[in-house]
């Protein structure tokens, strides 16, 4: 039996050399947040500030949050008057990628048409790494003809264009303009460096707890936040698959890239299922879906007082009703379970004609519901057993894309 080690690198910009451009636009107050992100995800953080840029946000905040020097002119002050290195070409060659955020539409313009008047723009010209832009401005200004067509030229010569959020805007206006909270702005960065190895693959996922109604306000339910789901449905989408989760009711947010199924009740997660299964090239059923539900809804609120005893009846098994559908699909479960989770999770795995099962101790503190570690151990048809130990959620998440893309190669 393996058991998956919890250094392994999780985050696909872990040791990567990020240079990251910050031009003179108002959400400029969002850079050091990023540079902060990039930097605890394991980047390696590279900041070059234009003249402008450096009205809105200090060189200072960006040098101390990514520990090292930023850059801002072209030819540098030093001693003896020499350059030491010819920085635009230098960090170029280095960058494993550059992101600039915010751009503004005066930078989008000189990316465009290629002029290189200062140290950030002549480093985008000379670099051969991915680059992310992330517009940011007043809404007129990113409806221009002008930006609109120097942003088309962008994307034709391959730039990846995060493109802003609509709401109100600094200036005032309201529309799109808005750049993207920085955690969104670190995801496009992180997609971009990741492994491909999803690509064409579609994944389905069920994810988050049911909630069994009782009346209009009352309902049962589990301990399940979503968490393994939504951190599997990032992995997936980051390794290139195309994802849709099925979500039962939950406070957590899904990778931006992923379509979702808001769900409520068991039976609305089994109809959901089974709408969308035969897209699928493969199934993973991170959802703790209710095993019973009330026999009946009272659509008028049950008075205290009143007899409130409840017939709870089997909620149909969602696997079970697929399974005619499983041809080469690949078939994911989960068993959460207090004791002996090798014996009941085999057991589980046979039953239901799993390809895989993830079997995780619930009941403590630090594994299952509500935690973001998880201790158990993968289960696979063809015998393979991998325990895993106070793991990561997002590090379990690839490891259990590992053992599927084993088994589809
Ligand atoms: C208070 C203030 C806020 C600004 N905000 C933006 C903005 O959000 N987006 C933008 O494209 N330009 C904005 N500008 C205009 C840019 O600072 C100006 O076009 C500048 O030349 C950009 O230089 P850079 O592209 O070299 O950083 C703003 C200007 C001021 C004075």
């Known amino acids: 039996m393996g058991n998956t080690s ?17 031009t003179g636009g108002i959400a400029a107050y969002k850079a050091p947040l990023i540079a902060r992100i990039l930097k605890l995800e394991g980047a390696d953080v590279y900041t070059i500030m234009t003249e402008a840029a450096t009205n809105f946000v200090t060189p200072l905040t960006m040098q101390v ?20 290195e010819i920085s635009h070409i230098s960090l170029a060659d280095l960058a494993d990628l550059m992101v600039i955020a915010p751009a503004t539409a005066n930078f989008i313009a000189k990316m465009a048409h290629g002029i290189a008047d200062d140290l950030l723009s002549t480093t ?17 200004m990113f409806e221009n003809k002008a ?58 996922i069920t994810s988050g707890p049911t909630s069994e109604d009782i009346d209009p306000i009352r309902f049962i339910t589990n301990r399940s936040t979503g968490k393994m789901g939504a951190a599997i449905v990032e992995a997936a989408c980051l390794r290139g698959a195309k994802v849709k989760v099925i979500t039962g009711p939950v406070d957590i947010q899904y990778a931006p890239w992923a379509k979702i199924v808001e769900v409520r009740s068991a039976k609305e997660m089994l109809k959901a299922v089974q709408k969308n299964i035969t897209k699928a090239d493969v199934l993973i059923m991170a959802a703790a879906v209710a095993d019973y539900a009330p026999a009946s809804y009272s659509k008028k609120k049950i008075k205290k007082g009143e007899d409130l005893s409840l017939k709870l009846e089997l909620s149909t098994d969602i696997l079970s009703s697929i399974k005619d559908n499983k041809g080469r699909k690949i078939f994911v479960g989960f068993a959460a379970e207090t004791d002996n989770i090798s014996e009941y999770g085999r057991r589980k795995l046979d039953e239901k004609g799993l390809d895989l099962i993830v079997a995780n101790m619930v009941g403590r503190q630090d ?41 589809i190669s």
């Open 124 to 140: 985008v010209l000379a670099t051969q790494a991915p680059i992310v832009v992330c517009p940011s401005m007043n809404v007129n």
């Open 367 to 407: 594994t299952g519901f509500e935690s973001d570690t998880n201790t158990g151990i993968i289960i696979s048809s063809s015998g393979i057993e991998e325990g895993f130990n106070d793991m990561p959620k997002k590090m379990l998440a690839h490891t259990i894309l590992d053992c599927i893309k084993e088994r």
């Open 6 to 22: 919890k250094d392994k690198i999780i985050s696909p910009i872990e040791n990567k050399k990020i240079v990251f451009g910050v």
């Open 147 to 204: 930006t609109q067509d120097n942003l088309s030229i962008l994307r034709s010569r391959g730039i990846h264009i995060l493109e802003p959020d609509s709401g109100e805007l600094a200036c005032g206006w309201e529309g799109k303009g808005r750049l993207p909270e920085p955690e969104r702005v670190v995801a496009e960065v992180q997609k971009i460096l990741s492994l491909d190895d999803f690509s064409g693959i579609n994944i389905l």
């Open 65 to 84: 949050l990514t520990n090292r020097p930023v850059y801002t002119r072209m030819f540098a002050n030093n001693p003896t008057g020499i350059p030491l």
